[in-house]
């Protein structure tokens, strides 16, 4: 195979995966490493990727790199509901309680199922946000009481953001809250791209007596611009795909629960 038919076919990859590991495409090529490494090199020179440790990123996967609230409701939407429900699993049958629903998507997801499951359980929930999306799921629903923590609005996110933000979420002790992350790195933990969510995320964890986070594995082995937990911090972790190697280990070492939706 020529070296222009690998790059094309790695390019293809990261579309498809949003990483690519060195050994990984040695072995799928029947290449040396230091082939890969010249072809990972030449796509970095051309803008097609970023190089990381051991392997290569697409350029959305970036540090820095945060798409819109709005932009990503739509994504893996199959994936996050099927997420959601095995996460709510942790309320058990007539929960009451409260609970503490970060920003995102998948938190979005939590919410849209919760009173539904609340309803046939026999469950009731004091519910807290900080996310202005999240909101009007559970504003008039049934067994939920909710109220919303204020802020500065982080427009990407729409959820607020900043030290009255922080200040209110340290007051509080929510019997389980629910996390998204950006990333979930065996040796970065969880992060996110900006420093004011990750304050608030920080918040949130240490707040809680119970912490799930709410992770499909494009988020594995991914490290964003900011670390807001390490992985001990974390009692479930909740995924559609169970983790692999160093990251896996580090799970198990950390005695964090991985529940599969």
Do not use: C
Not at 1 to 13: N, V
Request: charged content about 25%; glycine content about 8%.
């Amino acid at each position: 195979m020529y070296a222009m038919e690998r790059q094309e076919l790695i390019e293809r990859l990261l579309l498809e995966e949003g990483r690519v590991a060195v050994i990984d495409l040695a072995e799928r090529f029947g290449v040396t490493t230091e082939t890969v490494r010249r072809d990972l090199d030449a796509l970095e020179l051309s803008g097609a990727l970023r190089r990381v440790h051991g392997g290569a990123v697409a350029i959305d996967r970036a540090s820095t790199a945060e798409a819109s609230v709005i932009e990503r409701s739509g994504l893996r939407a199959d994936t996050k509901l099927r997420i959601a429900a095995r996460a709510l699993d942790a309320l058990g049958d007539g929960f009451r309680g409260s609970l503490y629903l970060d920003a995102g998507t998948t938190t979005g997801a939590v919410a849209q199922l919760l009173p539904a499951r609340l309803s046939a359980s026999g469950g009731e929930a004091e519910v807290v946000t900080h996310s202005l999306t999240l909101a009007p799921a559970l504003a008039a629903a049934d067994r939920v009481s909710l109220t919303v923590v204020g802020g500065r609005i982080r427009g990407v996110t729409a959820a607020a953001v900043g030290a009255s933000t922080v200040r209110a979420i340290q007051s509080l002790r929510p019997d389980i809250v629910f996390v998204g992350v950006n990333g979930v790195s065996a040796g970065f933990g969880l992060s996110t791209p900006d420093p004011e969510e990750s304050a608030v995320k920080e918040a949130i964890v240490r707040a809680a007596r119970r912490v799930i986070v709410l992770a499909d594995a494009s988020k594995f082995q991914q490290e964003s611009l900011v670390s807001f937990a390490a992985l001990d911090a974390v009692d479930v972790l909740v995924t559609d795909r169970a983790p692999e190697g160093e990251l896996a280990d580090a799970l198990t070492a950390a005695g964090v629960e991985v529940w599969s939706a």
